[in-house]
């Protein structure tokens, strides 16, 4: 515990530094792509366009010189949300302009002339701002009853000083968020209650100005308290030139609720910081705040306030941006009780550039500090406290925007504080020296963003470290080994940096949250994301991606509900072509990138192909002509053995036809009308059968005068003839029967194991020889009689080859185009 009633001297070096906040959100009620906004600020446009496209959601049209919104202005704009109208010299609007906008969520007709306040039947209306425009009362129209979507509302006009009663019943059944009333001047008269006809309230905004009537200021802030108004923010409280001599915050310690309270952009005297704090400390409120304001001590002690007998609830104090009026440090003598239970406590933009020890380390229920945007330095703010036992509750440092510098330094500093969960060293100096840097294990979050560091500042964290901002700190390199660097690594933000590669096999089982947008990376690979295996948060947005196949299962395959950025801020850089494209708009072919995919798409394109040619192979009877080939190749091949014995024997016949009776017409009409007229000369079996000699002799005379033995083979042959030649062979197993010798030609398809078993050895030739098979096609014929002339050849002549090969291919092309 810290002993009460300690005098302090706090002093503060006269700077006045103060941040610049002016965020104009677009609401996320109508976000929307960049297709569907239009911003045409300060165009010069005198009514609004008319050749706005109809799907538009998001129209701002303000700083132009717009008079009136007529009847037809917006009719066309039926998709609507968002509506700015700003700082145009807005007079008038239309009853009916906005009869086809029921979608407009967001209306923001501030900084205008308006005389009255407008009907606005705009049912689905969330965010109104009327603010800072001309109408003479606050008397809002009934219609605003039927905004039952209000929720946060702006009213103010320099021409309106009095409030009645019955100006806010209209909204008596609707639950808003947040208030914003006035317009930066005084009030003349404000009816008891006026306030509170609102139903509830969370958040206020106050801009009105009090110096003859505190007496309104006590009431409205009452009125405020009445409707549950937890936060409740002052702008502009007090005129520059005003002398205030009573207590205009002597209502504050009657207050339940208001528990929240920012006084902004105000002059505060110091005798009147005392008043302020003596209510406070009696009050509900457990936070205040005080932005942009100018102190100036118009009491000789400075800020004295002794010792009181009340508890208080206050645990925040923030201080944003003061201007010392005296241009020296402030005094401040107070009891410590007043601040002991402070957890948080924000002094920025004060332009401290020493820490007064004996006021903000002896907090000793500190949990937050913040002491960002100031001039503090390593022995700035590690002077003659460091010895003490400083900040023993303090979890949340934050001294960005300062002068720190020696990385090593603040680390062995930080130690001391024995419970220090996060620091946030973002906006200083920072470098690595070579000393290593020992950081307390119970540290988890650093941020280093906005510092010129380099690669070597991995060197220089903590392997306890969960969160690690290093934003634009120079990084170009991940290290691969960061798992084992930091194990417990569940947050990492690298983003402004010029990182080109994120490391093939970065492995970090932990991390949950990975921003790498603004970068220099091209791809994102699944390899590289394979060891992220917890990831949940990727914002990888903003780099040059190559959009081509290094792109295609980043574009494919990841899961982009990780990503929140996407697909908004992923564009190509390469190819040229491309550049500036959204990656979600390039389409990359499928088959190109996936080697996988294209053998399991060519595969059934070659099969495709494959049955094609089968089947035009089959409808051209591919099978007939190959076999015809094959029998030529056979014969030729053949034909150079054959040539000895054909050297010393001479035949009477190029062959010995055999046939049934059935087939004689194909044989004497066809196949003896071709042959002869070719120039063959036949043992025609019947016809050149000796009359009366025993059949089988005959044969034998005929096959043994003859070179070769054709057998026209049908079923009537078989059943009729055959029977003899079994006879033939078995008389004759002696003599030399060549098999090549026998030529086999079917009429008409005999499978073979239909055949007779007893002809064994018809059997056995029809299995081993080849056979011609007679076509039924007139193309196929020339072919037939080629091969069976070649085969009755008796001298290899390759010219028939080329006969038969050329028939083939003018016949039946067997690739088709
Ligand atoms: C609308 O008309 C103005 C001129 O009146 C022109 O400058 C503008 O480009 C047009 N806009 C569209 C979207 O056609
Ligand atoms: C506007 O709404 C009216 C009916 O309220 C309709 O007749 C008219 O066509 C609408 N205009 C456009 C441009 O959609
Ligand atoms: C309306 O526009 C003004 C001027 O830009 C801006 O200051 C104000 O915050 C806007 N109102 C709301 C509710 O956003
Ligand atoms: C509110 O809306 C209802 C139905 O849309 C309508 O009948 C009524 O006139 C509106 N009230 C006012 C005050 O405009
Ligand atoms: C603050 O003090 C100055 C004199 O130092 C005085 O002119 C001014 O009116 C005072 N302001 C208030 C709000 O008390
Ligand atoms: C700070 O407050 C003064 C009035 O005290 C005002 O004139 C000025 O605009 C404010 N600055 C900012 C940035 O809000
Ligand atoms: C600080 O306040 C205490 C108690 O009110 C008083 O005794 C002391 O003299 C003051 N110190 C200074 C320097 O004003
Ligand atoms: C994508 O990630 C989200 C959030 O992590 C998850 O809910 C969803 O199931 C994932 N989708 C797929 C297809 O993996």
């Known amino acids: 515990m810290l002993t009460t009633n300690w005098p302090l001297e706090f002093t503060c070096l006269i700077v006045f530094l103060f941040k610049a906040h002016c965020e104009d959100g677009k609401f996320g009620l109508c976000s929307t792509s960049t297709e569907h906004e239009k911003d045409l600020c300060n165009s010069g446009l005198r009514r609004i366009p008319s050749n706005l496209s109809d799907d538009t959601v998001y129209l701002d049209v303000s700083h132009n010189d717009i008079v009136s919104i007529g009847h037809g202005d917006l009719s066309a704009l039926i998709h609507l949300c968002f509506l700015k109208v700003t700082h145009c010299g807005l007079q008038h609007i239309s009853p009916d302009a906005f009869s086809n906008n029921s979608e407009i969520k967001v209306l923001n007709i501030s900084h205008n002339h308006l005389t009255t306040i407008p009907n606005l039947p705009l049912p689905q209306l969330n965010v109104l701002d009327l603010s800072s425009n001309r109408y003479p009362s606050y008397a809002l129209p009934r219609s605003f009853g039927n905004l039952s979507h209000l929720s946060i509302l702006a009213v103010g006009s320099q021409e309106a000083t009095f409030v009645h009663l019955g100006d806010f019943v209209p909204l008596q059944n609707i639950i808003l968020k947040k208030v914003t009333f006035g317009s930066g001047i005084e009030l003349q008269h404000y009816e008891k209650g006026s306030i509170s006809q609102i139903k509830s309230l969370e958040e206020a905004v106050l801009k009105v100005t009090f110096c003859q009537h505190l007496d309104i200021f006590k009431n409205i802030i009452i009125d405020f308290d009445r409707i549950q108004t937890k936060k ?341 850089g390469t190819p040229p072509s491309f550049s500036g494209r959204l990656l979600v708009k390039c389409k990359l072919g499928w088959l190109s990138c996936q080697p996988g995919l294209q053998v399991a798409v060519v595969l059934p394109i070659l099969l495709t192909i494959g049955i094609a040619v089968a089947i035009t192979f089959n409808a051209c009877d591919g099978v007939w002509y190959t076999k015809m080939f094959w029998m030529w190749i056979r014969v030729k091949r053949r034909s150079y053995k054959r040539d000895d014995r054909l050297l010393n024997v001479t035949f009477r016949y190029h062959a010995f036809i055999s046939y049934s009776q059935h087939d004689s017409a194909w044989v004497e009409s066809k196949l003896v009308q071709e042959l002869e007229g070719s120039g063959f000369s036949l043992c025609v079996h019947e016809r050149d059968f000796e009359p009366g000699k025993w059949i089988v002799d005959n044969i034998i005379n005929c096959v043994e005068g003859s070179y070769k033995t054709l057998f026209i083979l049908s079923k009537n042959f078989v059943e009729s003839q055959w029977c003899n030649y079994e006879l033939f062979f078995a008389q004759h197993r002696a003599i030399s029967v060549n098999d090549d010798s026998l030529v086999f030609i079917l009429l008409e398809p005999i499978p073979g194991d239909s055949l007779p078993k007893k002809f064994l050895k018809l059997r056995t030739l029809l299995r081993r020889k080849t056979y011609l098979e007679w076509p039924t096609d007139e193309h196929k014929k020339h072919i037939f009689w080629s091969n069976l002339k070649a085969i009755l050849q008796t001298v290899d002549e390759s010219k028939i080859l080329k006969d038969v090969a050329m028939d083939i291919a003018d016949i039946c092309p067997l690739v088709p185009e």
């Open 232 to 572: 409740i923010q002052l702008v502009q409280l007090f005129p520059d030139q005003c002398n205030i001599k009573s207590d205009p915050f002597v209502m504050f310690k009657d207050l339940l609720v208001i528990s929240n309270l920012a006084i902004v952009d105000t002059w505060m005297n110091s005798s009147v910081m005392v008043k302020l704090f003596k209510n406070i400390w009696m009050s509900s409120i457990e936070k205040i705040a005080f932005l942009n304001i100018t102190y100036n001590e118009d009491t000789p002690d400075g800020f004295q306030l002794p010792k009181q007998k009340h508890t208080t609830h206050l645990r925040a104090f923030l201080l944003d941006g003061v201007h010392h009026y005296q241009y020296r440090y402030p005094i401040i003598n107070t009891s410590m009780e007043l601040v002991n239970q402070l957890t948080y406590l924000k002094f920025s933009g004060s332009g401290m550039n020493i820490l007064p020890c004996s006021l903000i380390p002896s907090i000793g229920s500190l949990q937050i500090l913040d002491l960002s945007n100031n001039l503090l330095d390593d022995s700035g703010f590690w002077w003659y406290c460091s010895s003490q036992k400083v900040f023993p509750a303090l979890k949340h440092l934050s001294l960005s925007h300062n002068r720190f510098s020696d990385l090593a330094f603040i680390a062995k500093k930080v130690e001391d504080m024995k419970l220090i969960e996060s620091l946030d060293l973002s906006f200083n100096s920072i470098f690595i020296s070579n000393v290593p840097c020992v950081w307390p294990y119970h540290l988890r979050e650093l941020s280093l963003s906005h510092n010129n560091l380099g690669n070597k500042v991995f060197s220089c964290l903590s392997p306890y470290f969960r969160k690690i901002d290093l934003s634009k700190t120079g990084i170009s390199v991940i290290p691969q080994n960061i798992a084992s660097q930091f194990p417990r690594l569940t947050h990492l933000v690298l983003n402004f940096n010029s990182i080109q590669v994120i490391p093939a096999d970065l492995y970090a089982p932990a991390l949950a949250s990975l921003y790498i947008d603004h970068n220099a990376i091209t791809f994102i690979s699944q390899n590289s994301m394979k060891g992220l295996s917890s990831l949940r948060t990727l914002k990888a947005g903003h780099n040059p991606f190559s959009c081509n196949c290094d792109s295609f299962w980043f574009l494919n395959a990841f899961n982009k509900s990780l990503l929140p950025d996407w697909p908004r801020e992923y564009a190509c």
